[in-house]
């Protein structure tokens, strides 16, 4: 496996762009739910993608998943999101990583996001180098995506995996 797709989503909204972004990335690149997601990552692995809905401008923990699920969400993820995760991850200095995030459109100029702050725990864990971070907006906590972002994620996919020069033969 050359690249691979993590992602933590409460509503599907976040699940649907990091479909998007593999299929920018090209045939083939597995999409794994962060319950799913491998650790340590496999040794053959060249670049990341890690994205997670925002929860109060970072990514979301036990107490903003717990609110989540009061608010009607699925309790799948109540005990490991992305934060965790990363927790989890030995440093690696050989992997390309981007992160992204989908945050409700309305507080698009508030500060912080859920990429960023997976961008600083990346960076904290030496867990690869960091090419890039991307937000997608959503209309309301529970969606829907805003017109256009799964082909803006696509795109976002497409612009990653040039920045990273291409995959290895037999992705």
């Not at 998943?65 to 699925?74: I, L």
């Not at 829907?144 to 990273?164: F, K, M, Q, T, Y």
Request: no cysteine; proline share 7%.
């Amino acid at each position: 496996m050359s690249a691979l797709v993590i992602y933590e989503s409460w509503w599907g909204n976040t699940r649907a762009i990091a479909e998007a972004v593999a299929e920018g990335l090209g045939p083939d690149v597995p999409v794994v739910d962060v319950i799913a997601a491998p650790a340590p990552l496999p040794p053959e692995l060249e670049l990341l993608v890690l994205g997670g809905p925002t929860h109060a401008f970072s990514m979301s923990r036990d107490a903003t998943r717990k609110d989540a699920v009061e608010h009607g969400a699925p309790p799948g993820h109540i005990t490991r999101g992305i934060r965790e995760w990363l927790d989890d991850q030995e440093g690696r200095d050989d992997i390309d990583v981007a992160t992204f995030d989908t945050r409700v459109a309305k507080v698009r100029r508030l500060p912080g996001s859920a990429a960023k702050a997976a961008a600083r725990s990346v960076k904290r864990h030496h867990l690869g180098r960091l090419i890039d971070e991307e937000s997608f907006y959503v209309e309301d906590r529970e969606g829907p995506l805003l017109d256009g972002e799964l082909e803006r994620a696509r795109d976002w996919g497409a612009s990653i995996l040039s920045r990273h020069g291409g995959l290895s033969p037999g992705v």
